[in-house]
């Protein structure tokens, strides 16, 4: 039969290992809260070098990263053909030239070019005939002379051959040939195609002496007066997207350098590969800008008021994300924020217990006293 002593000693070991738990626990929360609170002697403080602030609210704005190229529109790509058709005789282009209006980007050479210079210098002179016996036939005529018939006949002579020499002369301009500089001491075989714009070099199509027909493309230029980056925007961004938002771009072989957009144009209608484009107008061009180079953009989406804190107040501990607050004279506290996004330096940050705005916060060499609070807590837990 069990005694009242040990009836006693077993109410004594039951208690004792109910209240052991909870005693560790009240420990281990007073520990971690310890753990967020230091107060520095004046000597620490200084060797801290650490500088407060308060969190200030200003403008921040959501961004969406995207990629693209530039592009250039429709109407400012021009494809140089000759009317006539010849061989190519000589060439210097290369894709990714700069040329300049005017400049001879070719030369052709056959010889239906010698018989248009030679038809034209011959209607030419037909013409001059023609037309004096025009003058003489009305001449005639109005003296009654020559019959009505004869006069009829002249006129529509030298009226079919101004036609004739106008026609020909419209050819010789087509392909670059000066009508009234055409004589019969400088018909030549060859013929300059000149550029007609001032431009770069996209495509060369052609070969030294290779027959080109007058439906040929033999060089295609684009004029870089309305370069602009085309972004690749992807479906389910396309709403957030509109016209004159502002947008970075960097080159992915200068990514050091950043050039401002406006878009200026969405796209809208969503292609097979489930994304649209949205067209950006070059704040200042880059110099040396050509069509289809790839490139990076940051679009700014929203304009949004919020609490932010240099990106260098923020610590990280455990998982979470914390501010280090003045909570008294050389004293200091983990505050644990939520952040946002980040700007130019900038973070957004929030608190559920604490109004950030009345705080004054440090903001350079914080993990310095979140490392003083650790060493405390630790040589405390190694005390105990």
Same mark, same amino acid.
Request: with cysteine; charged share 20%.
């Given at each position: ?12 070991? +039951?208690?004792?290992?109910?209240? @052991? ?27 801290? &070098?650490? @500088?407060?602030?308060?969190?200030? #609210? ?25 009317? +006539? ?44 005939? +023609? ?18 018939? !004869? /006069?009829?006949?002249?006129? &529509?002579? /030298? ?40 431009? /770069? ?24 007066? $309305?370069?602009?980056? &085309? ?21 992915? $072989?200068?990514?050091?350098? #950043? ?18 484009? &949205? ?50 004279? #050389? ?31 440090? !903001? ?21």
């Amino acid at each position: 039969m069990m005694n009242h002593t040990h009836v006693l000693l077993l109410l004594l070991l +039951l208690f004792a290992g109910c209240s @052991t738990p909870h005693s560790e626990e009240h420990h281990e929360a007073s520990a971690e809260q310890e753990a967020s609170v230091i107060t520095l002697t004046e000597e620490q403080v200084k060797n801290a &070098a650490i @500088t407060i602030a308060a969190p200030v #609210r200003q403008r921040m704005h959501t961004t969406l990263k995207v990629n693209g190229v530039i592009d250039v529109p429709p109407q400012n790509i021009v494809s140089v053909s000759f009317p +006539l058709g010849g061989y190519l005789k000589t060439t210097q282009l290369l894709p990714g030239m700069h040329v300049n209006k005017g400049q001879v980007i070719g030369i052709i050479e056959d010889q239906d070019l010698v018989q248009l210079q030679q038809d034209y210098l011959v209607a030419i002179a037909r013409l001059q005939y +023609l037309q004096q016996e025009y003058e003489r036939q009305k001449e005639l005529n109005q003296h009654q002379v020559s019959a009505d018939k !004869v /006069f009829q006949q002249a006129t &529509a002579d /030298f009226t079919a051959q101004k036609v004739l020499v106008k026609a020909l002369a419209e050819k010789l301009r087509l392909i670059g040939i000066d009508p009234a500089r055409l004589n019969e001491s400088n018909i030549s075989r060859s013929v300059p195609i000149y550029s007609p714009i001032n431009g /770069f070099v996209s495509k060369v199509n052609v070969n030294i002496g290779k027959f080109v027909s007058p439906t040929d493309v033999l060089f295609e230029l684009i004029n870089p007066d $309305d370069m602009h980056a &085309a972004l690749t925007i992807f479906e389910k961004d396309m709403p957030r997207v509109k016209i004159g938002q502002q947008v970075f771009v960097s080159f992915v $072989d200068e990514p050091e350098s #950043r050039y401002e957009c406006d878009i200026i144009l969405v796209t809208r209608n969503v292609g097979a590969d489930r994304s649209g484009i &949205a067209h950006c107008h070059f704040e200042t061009k880059p110099k040396t800008l050509l069509p289809g180079m790839f490139l990076n953009a940051t679009i700014r989406i929203d304009d949004m008021e919020a609490v932010t804190v240099p990106e260098e107040a923020l610590v990280r501990y455990g998982g979470r994300q914390y501010l280090i607050r003045v909570a008294g004279d #050389r004293t200091y506290e983990l505050v644990e924020v939520e952040t946002g996004i980040r700007e130019n330096g900038l973070l957004v940050v929030s608190s559920s217990t604490h109004d950030l705005l009345k705080e004054q916060v440090v !903001v350079k060499n914080a993990y310095t006293i979140l490392g003083a609070m650790k060493n405390k807590s630790g040589e405390e837990g190694h005390a105990h």
